[in-house]
DNA sequence: CGGTACGTTGAGTCATATCAACCATAGTGG
DNA sequence: CCACTATGGTTGATATGACTCAACGTACCG
């Protein structure tokens, strides 16, 4: 239950990391934002903002790694999606003026700059191309949500580990070693699968025997992404 | 398999009844749009447009009622959402200019009206507050989908069962002997809930017996809100 | 009158959750 | 420096929710 404080950084070439989105500003827009927004350096373990929470504005993330997650009902919380530098975390429910319906934790050492809401909505209103841009954002997250959705209700618990494995991989990318960039607890796993830890460990050693990767503690190397594609039924 | 052709139908008043968003439209838009939009009606089992499609534009639905839905990839399919009077269809894979990521199809005669994908990109660049409006909405069920995740990885059949029924009394209400207005088949509940029929089956007549609900072929009568609420562990 | 779609019930099986015990590691405070 | 505690990982045994398969009933429709 630690929740280190963060700390200010300095942020004067916050808009070259930032997400292509920000393209679209004009040089006037780009001085507003950067007079407006705040930049701090957020521990692992650190919440960003939590499920509930009223959210003035919204955040860019300019390196680290943060998963962003729902609690249930029984407590027992569900991954939705990890943020990446250059994403934006926290504009949907600045938009849609609800209360954040997700916490955002820290997975690895994050900077994160902080946009006041009333400066999104004018660059909405002022700025069209930077509108739908923005809205294509949305879509896309609404169509991943979607696809979501329907392998979580109709696979089996192996064959969505095996999906979140390739997703991994495509999102976070391997080191030189083959070993995937991003590294997860078992638990944190199982939040993503939407399923037992433990069942996560057995499946992870059936994958293992299978051929399909290699174990090392936390870190996991895809040895056969064909294999794996099939398990997960794509 | 049937799918029977969709007729065209008068659409004069088509502003009256649609979505809030249009309100507002200047009378300018409004006129660029009812000259170059075009209004079907569709029978029951016609499918308005299906997965994999290239979107040329997003639809406005009049009346009726029609179901969204993916199908996973072992033909199963997963309802993501109901469309009403009102609602639009078809604004997400325009916008994200990716193909039809769902299937629509007509629960109930539908009347539906076209707008070509060129005009929503126009409104949403020249007029800031029906950008921000459909973005509001995009988001609105974005949250709504993360919701729908986290219930479905952590819930039972038997929850989920309930909350659907809790939902589709909020969002189609009941008739004056307090049956559900909207009219499923078991089939097409289980591809909500994401189970088999035959578990669907089941779990109503459970339902019954514990006095929530009560059964007569498709009509559903909800006696218990409390208890299914509380069944449904919201 | 036969066909097709929907609904129901029972029996058997399997995937997955749950519970419990145990080990390894690292950080903490006296 | 050591005992203490917390956290994460692993394994086995057991229970059970939910799926599958199969058979059959029912209703409507051309």
Do not use: W
């Amino acid at each position: 239950m630690t929740n280190p404080d963060p700390f200010d950084i300095n942020c004067n070439s916050c808009f070259g990391q930032c997400h292509p989105l920000f393209r679209y500003l004009t040089d006037n827009e780009r001085l507003t934002i950067s007079l407006n927004s705040n930049c701090q350096a957020y521990k692992r373990g650190s919440v960003i903002y939590r499920e509930g929470n009223k959210m003035r504005g919204f955040y860019c993330v300019q390196s680290g790694i943060i998963k962003i997650y729902k609690t249930g009902s029984d407590g027992k919380k569900q991954i939705i999606r990890f943020a990446e530098p250059g994403d934006l975390i926290g504009y949907r429910s600045v938009i849609s003026n609800e209360p954040a319906c997700t916490t955002s934790e820290v997975i690895e050492l994050s900077e994160v700059c902080f946009i006041p809401a009333e400066l999104l909505f004018d660059l909405i209103k002022q700025n069209g191309d930077f509108a739908v841009g923005l809205m294509k954002l949305v879509c896309i997250e609404l169509g991943e949500a979607n696809s979501y959705i329907t392998d979580i209700a109709q696979k089996s618990v192996k064959e969505r580990l095996s999906e979140v494995l390739i997703n991994l991989y495509h999102e976070f990318g391997e080191d030189k070693q083959g070993i995937l960039k991003i590294s997860l607890t078992r638990e944190e796993l199982s939040n993503i699968v939407g399923t037992a830890t433990e069942s996560i460990i057995r499946l992870l050693s059936e994958l293992k025997n299978e051929g399909m990767i290699e174990l090392n503690g936390r870190k996991i190397k895809i040895l056969d992404k064909p294999g794996l594609k099939h398990s997960a039924n794509m």
